[in-house]
């Protein structure tokens, strides 16, 4: 499969369902695309979402959320966590300029993150017998370079988080 990614800006892996690359810079599609099966690709622009609601209208649009989606976090949480609706076996949630995610609001921010982080994970499982974890849910988040390194960390941080 072809390769996405540069030398000079290679993608941060945090863990098999999330990725964070510099805008121009890329993953290798071998990390993201499964090898067999349909995929779903959303591609989302990080700038629309300025508030919660915004945010949730880019996802509810995006991913075709069912009716009864209660625009919250919880609910977000659930949609995210469940996407049978979608006629795919793997998705893929791309969110250009993610460092503008609702930047100014740290809360919702975190929870933002948190959220993917959790569906991510969620859809996670272990391949045996070669122990690799992979997920059926993979989020990139790409960022100008000058935000890679601090997205990136917040995220290892939830990482940590989960593990204590």
Not at 17 to 23: D, P
Not at 45 to 68: A, H, R, V
Request: aromatic share 10%; hydrophobic share 40%.
């Amino acid at each position: 499969m072809g390769e996405l990614m540069t030398e000079e800006e290679p993608a941060i892996r945090i863990a098999p369902w999330m990725h964070v690359i510099t805008a121009g810079g890329g993953v290798c599609l071998d990390e993201l695309l499964p090898t067999s099966g349909s995929v779903y690709v959303a591609r989302l622009n990080g700038q629309d979402m300025t508030d919660e609601i915004s945010t949730f209208q880019q996802f509810d649009e995006s991913l075709k959320f069912p009716e009864c989606f209660g625009w919250n976090w919880n609910a977000f949480f659930d949609c995210l966590r469940d996407l049978g609706w979608l006629s795919s076996d793997h998705h893929i949630l791309i969110v250009d300029a993610a460092e503008s995610v609702l930047s100014e609001d740290d809360a919702a921010r975190e929870e933002f993150f948190r959220t993917l982080w959790r569906a991510g994970q969620r859809w996670s499982y272990t391949k045996r017998p070669e122990g690799v974890t992979l997920s059926k849910l993979v989020v990139v988040l790409s960022c100008g370079k000058g935000s890679a390194a601090s997205l990136a960390a917040q995220l290892e941080s939830l990482e940590a988080r989960s593990h204590s």
